[in-house]
């Protein structure tokens, strides 16, 4: 199933192709263009180098200087997380969501979008990025192991159990380096490098938001917002 939707906005027209990867946010998309959610929004946060977000229905008609980001359609999306094949490559088309903190499956904004600008990378900073990501897959992973022995942690600590809790601590550290060893190193593919050192886009975010279309037409409509001083853009 191919996909395409236009984005009217008063600098411009933008067209995206959804991916068949991540069909949720595919659908949810299409039906939310269909409906004319997205008619009248906002271009809400624009940072230069970065990205442009929209799908916010309180950005319609909102008066200079409100706060928005926060309203959506009621629901999220399961995360869908196509990865490497989809990937923040400047055009990448992205869900938005809640933080880690209080959404740890980091499921997506049931409307709220942003289309990826970023910047080119050098070959040695993609290597150091490979780094960082590493230690925070371990982190991600003794997050979770944490989470699922929470009861028995807690339990510990009420009896004052240092020496269990320590062995404890011991044991979910080995199954996560286990669990690490056995999901391999995050690195970046040939395709990835390639776009992050000549094209550009944000490497940092894969893997953290659902990256579920790409911008076929008009990624110089998208320049133009992302050098806005202003989030003024209306999608029409």
């Known amino acids: 199933m191919m996909a395409k939707v236009r984005i009217n906005t008063s600098e411009g027209s933008i067209t995206v192709r959804l991916y068949d990867e991540t069909p949720k946010h595919r659908d949810n998309f299409l039906k939310l263009a269909r409906e004319g959610f997205f008619n009248g929004t906002l271009f809400h946060r624009v940072i230069k180098d970065f990205m442009i977000q929209g799908g916010d229905p309180d950005s319609k008609g909102a008066p200079a200087g409100k706060m928005l980001g926060t309203g959506g359609p ?3 999306i399961p995360a869908e997380f196509a990865y490497p094949q989809c990937f923040h490559k400047r055009g990448a088309l992205s869900a938005a969501r809640l933080g880690d903190e ?3 499956e980091k499921e997506s904004s049931g409307s709220q979008f942003y289309i990826v600008w970023g910047k080119t990378y050098k070959p040695q900073e993609l290597r150091q990025m490979e780094r960082q990501m590493a230690m925070q897959q371990e982190q991600n992973v003794f997050n979770q192991l944490a989470r699922q022995n929470h009861e028995r942690i807690m ?6 159990d240092r020496e269990a809790l320590m062995a404890l601590q011991d044991q979910l550290i ?4 286990q669990q690490c060893k056995d999901m391999g190193l995050p690195t970046f593919t040939q395709e990835q490098t390639n776009a992050y050192t000549t094209v550009g886009g944000t490497p940092f975010l894969d893997g953290q938001y659902t990256v579920f279309g790409e911008v076929e037409e008009g990624l110089d409509v998208v320049e133009k917002i992302q050098n806005l001083k202003s989030a003024t853009t209306r999608l029409i």
Not at 174 to 177: F, V, Y
């Open 174 to 177: 080995a199954q996560t380096k």
């Open 155 to 160: 339990e510990l600590r009420r009896n004052r």
């Open 102 to 104: 209080v959404n740890p």
């Open 74 to 76: 009621g629901y999220t």
